[in-house]
């Protein structure tokens, strides 16, 4: 399976961004999946959750209120709308799919598919 991020690019903070995944294969609408970001010199961040059919969603503290993830699963394709972005929203945004789950959805080492990222710029 192949995850392809977009979207990404140069913002001026306060105003607004989606990113998508778009997804390959037959099996999109079986995959629960998770946007994590990752700055310089930072670990990789959780940001939000997707159960596979649309209807429950987890965010981080970070981003609760101003992000929002959804999904499409008649094309295959996730996204991340950002809202009132910030500086420090700055980094590579990646899309994953969950392949564990002895462990939280939050953690990273619950999926096992990424895609390359896009980064985004918030520029102040």
């Known amino acids: 399976v192949q995850l392809q991020a977009s979207g990404g690019g140069l913002v001026q903070a306060g105003t607004s961004r989606r990113v998508s995944c778009a997804v390959s294969g037959q099996y999109f609408s079986t995959y629960d999946m998770a946007w994590f970001r990752q700055s310089t010199g930072k670990e990789r961040e959780f940001l939000a959750y997707i159960n596979r059919f649309g209807t429950n969603t987890t965010y981080a503290d970070s981003v609760k209120g101003r992000f929002t993830i959804s999904r499409d699963n008649a094309i295959n394709t996730m996204y991340l709308q950002m809202n009132t972005l910030k500086p420090e929203d700055t980094a590579v945004y990646y899309c994953?799919?969950?392949?564990?789950?002895?462990?939280?959805?939050?953690?990273?080492?619950?999926?096992?598919?990424w895609g390359q990222g896009t980064q985004v710029t918030v520029s102040s």
């Open positions: 994953t799919i969950r392949r564990f789950y002895s462990t939280p959805a939050y953690q990273s080492r619950s999926y096992g598919y």
